[in-house]
């Protein structure tokens, strides 16, 4: 059974930093793209950032855009999240997410929240 773990969310004030991290149980782990989505209350789930299978190819929604470094460790199944100059509307659920190179997201992790105090 395929887990996504995702860790380190919490609370942190206003132009601070926080650093997600998730690990996958994917096998092989460099065979997928890997993302992160966020969801605030009230709002839909929207895509955040995402690395492509060997790293090198990342993309980013337009708001976290020099804020946000998505980072990828194929040896250790895992993908971060480097969250600077955090922003009260950062606040969300963050979820972290598997596809194939040319599919769907089609693996999520639970959820860990972010709270960004102003």
């Known amino acids: 059974q395929v887990q996504l773990v995702e860790s380190g969310g919490g609370l942190v004030q206003a132009g601070g930093s926080l650093r997600l991290s998730c690990v996958a149980s994917?096998?092989?782990?460099?065979?997928?793209?890997m993302g992160w989505f966020r969801q605030a209350p009230g709002l839909e789930r929207e895509f955040v950032a995402s690395d492509s299978w060997s790293g090198t190819s990342q993309r980013y929604t337009d708001s976290v855009k020099g804020r946000f470094t998505i980072s990828r460790d194929n040896a250790k199944n895992m993908v971060y999240l480097q969250m600077n100059s955090l922003k009260a509307e950062d606040t969300a659920v963050y979820y972290c997410?598997?596809?194939?190179?040319?599919?769907?997201?089609?693996?999520w992790g639970q959820g860990i929240q972010v709270t960004v105090s102003s």
């Open positions: 994917l096998r092989p782990f460099s065979s997928f793209v």
């Open positions: 997410a598997a596809k194939p190179t040319y599919g769907s997201w089609i693996y």
